[in-house]
């Protein structure tokens, strides 16, 4: 199969409904003020502001920990994380051409922070606490210029990493009970720190921003204040807010050409405060801890990005939030078109359920149920509900359109439930359980009746599919089986047995066969009718393919697969 994957074509991206607020500034506007660029697991985005159309820059082999573009908008530079022991990757992306300028390797595990020169002849790189340097490349030829540990022995890990605004050979690193203002000695090829003085204070650094005269800077703490440092002299010039911190911390800092400050604090406020004295101006509650702050142009216009996946749109002079991007923040665990139509779909996740526009990829909506994850979900076939599974063992049924709860079903597995599917009667639910359990329900007007308990598997029911008459349904689970029903006599028809996690089951459109994955790599095809094995396919290079669904014709199907989301197209022949 390796050798036929080379002529396959590639499936085309086309869109990505996501945002990763974990990773701190990492929301930012291109100096041409018509893109966005943020990381999304091993890929950097470009999404335009105008029209929301995305490009994808493809070239990480780990998930992007940091980003960065150099002043005059020609370069992006983007690090990532990488196993204990292996160099992580430091691409340079060309922005014209959307392609990889240079690769760069030296740093251990992780790349913690970039920065660019003014005059795009150096980028400055900080490695992760495994790795803790410092090391400063030279763009035109490719290669590092010198290095230096980030911070001195007594001191904690160096967190992030900044270039001033004049001059290509000072910079500013901060961190845990450490600042330094180093200077590029390029004759000899060495980079001097300076310490910076703060007296008695000692705080963690978070980040740090540098107005356009470079003769102060700014730093953020997990104490929730800030710092104002002098740059030429390295003294501690003042730290506020003297009574009111930040709740939980300041993230990330930008200052605007007036000389006013924004803060964007970990409990979600994102603040307007007057850079003398730090004193608050404007505030706004966010949902989830801010940790980018974009700022467009001149600064009529900025953008926030949060912990939450959500990215905020605000004026300068109505300072009112205009929520322009949601996502989830957290694994979506399933996704489900409504019968017969391609305009919308919704997943699920942690906490909620999302309901969205195919086309524009715009929330339409969001039911939320706090402290709980939903496993499974599946419109019914009159498009009338949603059925979802949860983890605290319930079924909850909502209305697709207001997200109104129409029925909640206790205790219907005592381990969560784990898969759920609807006949084509709307009449009943089967439901699968973290214990094993398959179980047939009664949807009856505003109450349920339990019609039937089957209890064969041993392990967590991860996929249920039902037959178009409503007559057979097959079941698989973690236990290495799956299993064909009878939902007339509710007996065992046929079982299949692998030497695998079976994860998910889809029907052949003409359901005379199935196919099966799990974590063996491997694609079963199996007759429904003595449940033999026809054939055996290697479905992934990697890891386990954990998703599966089926075209109506039966002519291809599609898998998606860990730790990288492989999409294979393969044909179905009997």
Not at 424 to 436: A, H, P, T, V
Not at 486 to 508: E, G, I, P, W
Not at 536 to 560: K, P, R, W
Request: aromatic share 8%; proline share 3%; with cysteine.
């Amino acid at each position: 199969m390796a050798g036929d994957a080379q002529d396959i074509p590639r499936l085309e991206l086309e869109a990505v409904i996501g945002f990763n607020g974990h990773v701190f500034s990492g929301l930012r506007v291109h100096p041409d003020r018509e893109h966005f660029i943020y990381p999304l697991g091993c890929t950097v985005i470009l999404k335009s502001l105008k029209d929301g159309k995305q490009e994808f820059l493809h070239g990480h082999t780990n998930n992007v920990s940091c980003v960065t573009v150099s002043k005059s908008g020609r370069y992006i530079a983007s690090g990532q994380v990488t196993f204990m022991g292996f160099k992580a990757d430091l691409i340079i992306w060309d922005y014209e051409k959307r392609a990889i300028h240079a690769r760069l390797q030296l740093h251990k595990a992780k790349v913690e922070g970039l920065a660019f020169s003014p005059n795009d002849k150096y980028l400055v790189s900080l490695g992760g606490q495994d790795d803790g340097s410092i090391v400063v490349w030279n763009l035109e030829s490719k290669e590092a210029i010198c290095g230096s540990p980030a911070s001195a022995h007594s001191a904690g890990h160096c967190l992030t990493i900044e270039y001033t605004n004049h001059s290509d050979n000072i910079f500013i690193s901060a961190g845990n009970g450490t600042m330094r203002v180093w200077e590029l000695d390029l004759p000899n090829r060495k980079i001097r720190p300076t310490e910076c003085q703060t007296g008695q204070l000692k705080r963690i650094v978070k980040c740090i921003e540098i107005p356009d005269d470079d003769h102060f800077f700014y730093c953020g703490t997990t104490s929730g204040d800030i710092l104002k440092v002098n740059l030429k002299t390295r003294l501690l010039n003042s730290c506020g807010p003297r009574k009111q911190k930040f709740s939980k911390g300041v993230n990330t800092l930008k200052v605007l050409k007036a000389g006013d400050i924004l803060v964007g604090s970990g409990d979600g406020m994102f603040t307007l405060c007057s850079g003398p004295n730090f004193k608050t101006i404007k505030k706004v509650q966010l949902e989830g801890g801010v940790t980018s702050i974009a700022v467009r142009g001149e600064g009529h216009q900025f953008f926030a990005g949060t912990e939450a996946a959500q990215i905020y749109r605000f004026g300068y002079t109505d300072f009112k939030e205009e929520l322009i991007a949601t996502s989830h923040n957290s694994a979506v665990k399933d996704v489900a078109f409504p019968f017969g139509s391609s305009e919308l779909f919704a997943t699920c996740s942690q906490d909620d359920i999302r309901v969205w526009h195919a086309e524009t990829s715009k929330e339409l909506l969001r039911i939320s149920v706090p402290n709980m994850t939903c496993n499974a979900l599946d419109f019914m076939i009159d498009g009338h509900s949603i059925i979802s599974a949860w983890n605290d063992g319930k079924i909850r049924v909502f209305a697709p359109e207001t997200g109104r709860a129409m029925l909640v079903i206790h205790n219907a597995h005592s381990m969560g439930v784990t898969a759920i599917a609807g006949t084509r009667d709307c009449k009943r639910i089967i439901s699968g359980g973290g214990e094993g359990q398959v179980r047939v329900w009664e949807i009856l007007q505003g109450c349920h009746r339990l019609i039937e308990t089957m209890k064969e598997h041993k392990a967590t029911v991860t996929s249920i599919k039902i037959k178009s008459n409503d007559k057979e349904c097959v079941t698989a689970s973690s236990d290495g089986a799956c299993i064909i029903w009878d939902l007339v006599r509710f007996v065992r028809n046929q079982m299949v047995l692998a030497n695998t996690l079976f994860k998910s089951v889809c029907y052949h459109p003409e359901e005379y066969q199935i196919i099966t994955s799990g974590t063996d790599r491997k694609i079963g095809y199996w007759e429904v009718y003595d449940g033999s094995a026809i054939r055996e396919l290697e479905g992934s290079l990697s890891g386990a393919i954990n998703g599966m669904h089926i075209s109506q014709d039966g002519q291809h199907f599609v898998t998606g697969t860990v730790p990288f989301t492989l999409v294979l197209l393969a044909e179905l022949k009997r």
